[in-house]
């Protein structure tokens, strides 16, 4: 009996192989789930407005403070795949450190991140700007808009890194890239995939 129940699973389509498999399967499928009825449950106990788009929302929280610019990437990381939410200073214990939440729309994943914006066109503004952002948060979104050189760029990413940062969003020419410290630092990695 034991030989056949193992022989079925061999021909699943859904490629469940052993219980570990399965509780793998539920689990992915279970969890973004929960992570959205905690989003939900959020959103249920506080006062908001939202800004409804095609690809997610933006959600300010009651209280909540953000500029125009932030409010720009906000718009640009929806179109992204993400819901943002500006939070306010209560919600963050202490004082506000970050900029905003971002939850990815398929796995609800939350991610504490800090906005910064690049009008210069030097490797120091680059670094001026993640190093100053660090601080805040552990992600850093990063919309690039100047005309910056690609070399002058992965200069200023790579000085500014620092063990605080653990990735880097980064906007550049309309494309969104999601550079950790690995592939900021691998030999030619930025240099290729930088468009």
Same mark, same amino acid.
């Given at each position: 009996?034991?030989?056949?129940?193992?022989?079925?699973?061999?021909? =699943?389509?859904?490629?469940?192989? /052993?219980? &570990?498999?399965?509780?793998? @399967?539920?689990?992915? %499928?279970?969890?973004?789930?929960?992570?959205?009825?905690?989003?939900?449950?959020?959103?249920?106990?506080?006062?908001?407005?939202?800004?409804?788009?095609?690809?997610?929302?933006?959600?300010?929280?009651?209280?909540?403070?953000?500029?125009?610019?932030?409010?720009?990437?906000?718009?640009?990381?929806?179109?992204?795949?993400?819901?943002?939410?500006?939070?306010?200073?209560?919600?963050?214990?202490?004082?506000?450190?970050? =900029?905003?939440?971002?939850?990815? /729309?398929? &796995?609800?994943?939350?991610? @504490?991140?800090?906005? %910064?914006?690049?009008?210069?066109?030097?490797?120091?503004?680059?670094?001026?700007?993640?190093?100053?952002?660090?601080?805040?948060?552990?992600?850093?979104?990063?919309?690039?808009?100047?005309?910056?050189?690609?070399?002058?760029?992965?200069?200023?990413?790579?000085?500014?890194?620092?063990?605080?940062?653990?990735?880097?969003?980064?906007?550049?020419?309309?494309?969104?890239?999601?550079?950790?410290?690995?592939?900021?630092?691998?030999?030619?990695?930025?240099?290729?995939?930088?468009?």
């Amino acid at each position: 009996m034991k030989k056949e129940w193992r022989k079925t699973f061999d021909f =699943d389509p859904a490629e469940i192989r /052993t219980f &570990t498999d399965l509780i793998d @399967k539920l689990s992915k %499928k279970a969890v973004p789930e929960v992570r959205k009825k905690g989003f939900e449950n959020y959103l249920k106990y506080n006062k908001y407005k939202v800004f409804e788009y095609k690809e997610g929302n933006i959600y300010v929280i009651q209280g909540a403070k953000y500029n125009e610019s932030e409010f720009h990437i906000a718009e640009k990381l929806v179109k992204a795949g993400y819901h943002v939410l500006f939070p306010n200073e209560g919600d963050l214990g202490g004082g506000r450190k970050n =900029d905003l939440y971002l939850y990815d /729309t398929k &796995t609800y994943i939350q991610t @504490k991140a800090e906005l %910064k914006s690049l009008f210069g066109n030097t490797a120091q503004s680059v670094r001026s700007n993640l190093i100053s952002g660090s601080g805040q948060a552990s992600v850093i979104v990063y919309d690039i808009q100047s005309n910056i050189k690609k070399n002058w760029l992965i200069a200023g990413l790579r000085s500014g890194w620092s063990e605080e940062i653990k990735r880097v969003m980064l906007n550049w020419h309309g494309q969104w890239y999601e550079i950790n410290k690995e592939f900021a630092f691998k030999k030619g990695w930025l240099e290729y995939h930088l468009k």
